[in-house]
Nanobody, 121 residues
């Protein structure tokens, strides 16, 4: 029900936008989040956006570099990543959940399959 896409290989300092297309759920009623998991590490919160796009929260590690957005008419969420660093290399997962400031995985009901982002130095 969530399909992430847009991952790839990018050089450090570059930009990439990943997308998350939703189907089979009322997209506009869910908060959307992005998490990432690097090899050998636990899944970590990246960012989340409210159902109406009014509020967004970011992990300190990506604040000022990443921007989350959504288009409810297209049932799609986006993650624009700028000034990428090698430590941003991970599989990026989108998720749909509820609640304000949903910063932990347990707040999310639906998960995409993940898209790999590799940042080369």
């Amino acid at each position: 029900q969530l399909q992430a896409s847009g991952g790839g290989v990018v050089q450090a300092g570059g930009s990439l936008r990943v997308s998350c297309a939703a189907s089979g759920l009322t997209f506009s009623t869910y908060v959307m989040g992005w998490f990432r998991q690097a090899p050998g590490k636990e899944r970590e919160f990246v960012t989340t956006i409210s159902w109406d796009g009014e509020f967004a929260y970011y992990a300190d590690s990506v604040k000022g570099r990443f921007t989350i957005s959504r288009d409810n008419a297209k049932n799609t969420a986006y993650l624009q990543m700028n000034s990428l660093k090698p430590e941003d290399t991970a599989v990026y997962y989108c998720a749909a959940g509820n609640g304000v400031a949903a910063l932990t995985p347990d707040r999310y009901f639906y998960w995409g399959q993940g898209t790999l982002v590799t940042v080369s130095s």
